[in-house]
């Protein structure tokens, strides 16, 4: 037997021969399932639907909307709230003017709660 003739990185032409008929096969293979697959009416086409993300977006949305809201209703409440105060305080005044004797008496009281609580 003859040594079989070799080609530059040293694999004999029939080697070389069915690597390359192994390659074409291959290749009709995938074109044949390509056009079976486009046949089918199947587009390889990926849809990724990000619905968790949307929710939270509507969630969040919705919370911030209702404490705008709680906001927006307590600012009327607040002012209420101030103008009471101013009055409490004005007919304090009006107590402290008439009565001074009283105003001494609040102070000494306000003095020992602060004594007592470490202030």
């Not at 969040?60 to 600012?75: D, E, I, K, P, R």
């Not at 101030?82 to 102070?107: A, G, I, S």
Request: glycine share 4%; hydrophobic share 40%; aromatic share 2%.
């Amino acid at each position: 037997m003859e040594p079989a003739a070799k080609d530059a990185a040293g694999e004999s032409p029939d080697a070389v021969q069915d690597v390359v008929n192994r390659v074409k096969q291959a290749v009709a293979r995938v074109e044949k399932l390509a056009d079976v697959n486009n046949a089918s009416g199947n587009q390889n086409v990926t849809t990724v639907q990000n619905s968790d993300s949307k929710t939270a977006v509507w969630i969040m949305l919705v919370a911030s909307a209702l404490v705008l809201g709680m906001n927006l209703a307590q600012m009327g409440q607040i002012s209420d709230l101030k103008t009471q105060v101013r009055r409490l305080e004005d007919y304090q005044n009006t107590t402290f003017m008439l009565v001074p004797e009283l105003r001494k008496q609040v102070d000494e009281r306000l003095k020992a709660n602060k004594q007592k609580v470490g202030n």
